[in-house]
């Protein structure tokens, strides 16, 4: 065991490689190594987002499918609804029409009727005239017993 | 082995012989061709292998992971990046669950001491003849390649750590909190002496239980490795495999054991009892 110069070259040799461990490697490594639980714990997070945001998105997703199908659904009923008004109205009409329809064919008739009994009312008149101008067997002054007829045929 | 036929006392002090270069006695510089010779140098002489070996593997060390840290990335680490990223890893937790104070040294020393301690015990593991047989091919008669074993080697580590250590008491504490702490406990200021000579050997003993039980493990080990590289051929694969394997959990375990004290003084260093 002697001790001798080499000790003070090794003190000196461990001091300097202290030395250029701190400033040269130590940080380097310890950085990166930093930098990289960083990143990983970033990431992590960021993952954990993404999931929270995905859940978030399909709930939404799920409440707009929802609202769709309810609006469709509200949507056939005024359908069903607006149909089934149409059909009413158009029967309303349709038999509204058929009662105009049917009271100007009434109208019709009634006038044609008036008018059949108008031109029978004339006809009848010559015909008692004729009739008449046959029984007496002479020609009755036409002009003197016309009022008379005209008066006959009113009363019928 | 330097000479044919070498008994076994020579054979174990030639392997325990680091290679030294030093002053002569008699006046000038050279190697020292024997343990005697080199004993005669004292103070002023230099183990030219447990310098190089040491300053080898902490260049190996600060140049590995030099290299990593130049192109560390946040992104997906490849090879080594990851065996590098994880002793880092390691020597970091340590020093967050063991140093409570601010100090932007610590861990970085702590990465130091941990890799450098270990790589210069790895060097165990090399078998005791190889490299000392290459050498002495070369015409270099001494190498101890475990710089470990050489307790000028730890005890500079830690002698370092405790200088380290008073710098950081005195700077944090101050130069009363500092004496107040060697003086004034454990029996309060009436029994001064007698409290400084309890902390002051307390202190001192902390290098040096640090530096010498790193070369006391180291060396037990290699020299075990010695003593079974002096069986019959027959007999080395059934004792140094099993110490091998063992030895590894000495290596790693030494390294840490070294790392953590290191942090736990500079913890006490920087923290009031």
């Not at chain 1, 002697?2 to 310890?30: A, E």
């Not at chain 2, 450098?116 to 001494?142: C, F, K």
Request: hydrophobic share 50%.
């Amino acid at each position: 065991m002697n001790i001798n110069l080499t000790l003070l070259g090794q003190m000196i040799s461990f001091l300097i490689f202290i030395g250029f461990c701190m400033k040269y490697v130590w940080p380097y490594i310890i950085n990166a190594m930093e930098e990289r639980q960083a990143r990983i714990s970033a990431g992590l997070r960021d993952a954990e987002r993404a999931k929270q945001e995905l859940k978030q998105a399909q709930q939404k997703a799920h409440e707009i499918v929802a609202e769709a199908k309810e609006q469709a659904g509200k949507r056939i009923e005024q359908a069903n609804k607006r149909a089934e008004q149409v059909i009413d109205e158009a029967k309303l009409k349709a038999r509204e029409e058929g009662e105009r329809l049917k009271a100007q064919a009434q109208t019709e008739i009634d006038q044609q009727i008036q008018e059949a009994k108008q031109e029978l009312k004339s006809k009848v008149a010559t015909l008692v005239v004729m009739g008449a101008e046959k029984i007496l067997e002479k020609q009755v002054d036409k002009s003197v017993h016309d009022r008379m007829l005209t008066g006959i045929a009113s009363d019928l | 082995m330097a000479s044919d036929n070498p008994s076994v006392p020579e054979y174990i002090g030639h392997h325990l012989q680091n290679l030294v270069y030093g002053k002569f006695p008699e006046g000038g510089w050279g190697f020292a061709h024997s343990a005697a010779e080199a004993k005669s140098m004292g103070f002023w002489a230099i183990h030219v292998d447990t310098i190089g070996w040491s300053l080898g593997l902490g260049f190996l060390f600060l140049f590995l992971f030099r290299s990593i840290a130049k192109r560390a990335v946040a992104r997906e680490p490849s090879g080594l990046q990851n065996a590098v990223e994880m002793i880092v890893e390691f020597v970091d937790q340590s020093v967050k669950d063991g140093f409570h104070g601010a100090n932007r040294l610590v861990a970085p020393m702590a990465l130091t001491i941990f890799v450098w301690v270990l790589l210069m015990n790895t060097m165990d593991l090399v078998p005791v003849d190889l490299i000392p047989w290459l050498a002495s091919q070369l015409g270099i008669h001494y190498m101890k390649v475990v710089p470990t074993t050489d307790p000028n080697a730890t005890l500079g580590l830690s002698i370092s750590v405790f200088i380290l250590m008073i710098i950081f008491s005195l700077k944090v504490k101050g130069v009363g909190g500092f004496v107040g702490e060697l003086t004034l406990q454990p029996f309060g200021k009436w029994l001064i002496p007698f409290n400084f000579i309890l902390e002051g050997v307390g202190l001192i003993a902390k290098p040096i239980s640090l530096g010498l039980r790193l070369y006391g493990n180291l060396f037990a080990g290699e020299l075990i490795f010695i003593m079974i590289a002096l069986m019959p051929f027959y007999l080395q694969f059934l004792l140094s495999v099993p110490w091998a394997i063992f030895h590894i959990l000495v290596i790693v375990l030494q390294a840490y054991i070294f790392m953590m004290l290191t942090i736990v003084y500079m913890n006490m260093a920087h923290e009031a009892h």
